[in-house]
């Protein structure tokens, strides 16, 4: 049976309020390292366009791994998916004449409103819609400050 309720938060999101408790902490964490991850050669067109949007802001907020490929690939072609449903609905028309039978709604709405759910769904894991970010643990931008580097002083977080 899967986990219900609100997910955990991680440990340094704990520490950050806190709020940690050694003895309720998970023993080992997988903290990858961050970084890009290597985009994938099958995806389209469109979903390279969205993976060239993303990925760049998500490097940025330090929230992406190479280890995220996957899922943000699946992301990408989820979006691209819902442009290429929608793009052909709105050349052909919302109603569809099949060969027998009355008009019906064309079919790629219903294919475009599920993968935009999809693509969502997985968006929400990186950080990608308003309310998502709010609750995304991120370390803070550095902001760079070349006088201070020259003298050898750390860069100071916003």
């Known amino acids: 049976m899967g986990r219900t309720g609100r997910p955990p938060k991680p440990t340094a999101q704990h520490k950050l309020d806190g709020t940690f408790r050694p003895d309720r902490a998970p023993a080992h964490t997988f903290s990858p390292e961050l970084g890009e991850p290597a985009r994938p050669e099958w995806l389209d067109a469109e979903g390279r366009r969205e993976w060239d949007r993303v990925v760049p802001a998500l490097v940025k907020a330090g929230v992406l791994a190479p280890v995220d490929g996957g899922r943000l690939a699946d992301y990408c072609a989820a979006h691209a998916l819902a442009v290429r449903a929608s ?71 916003e």
Do not use: C, W
């Open 87 to 157: 793009r052909k609905y709105q050349r052909e028309g919302l109603m569809f004449r099949p060969e027998y039978g009355p008009k019906t709604p064309h079919p790629m709405i219903k294919i475009a409103r599920e993968a935009r759910a999809q693509a969502n769904r997985l968006g929400i894991e990186f950080g990608l819609t308003p309310a998502s970010r709010s609750r995304l643990d991120a370390p803070p931008p550095v902001v760079r400050d070349k006088v201070a580097e020259f003298l050898g002083l750390r860069a100071v977080p």
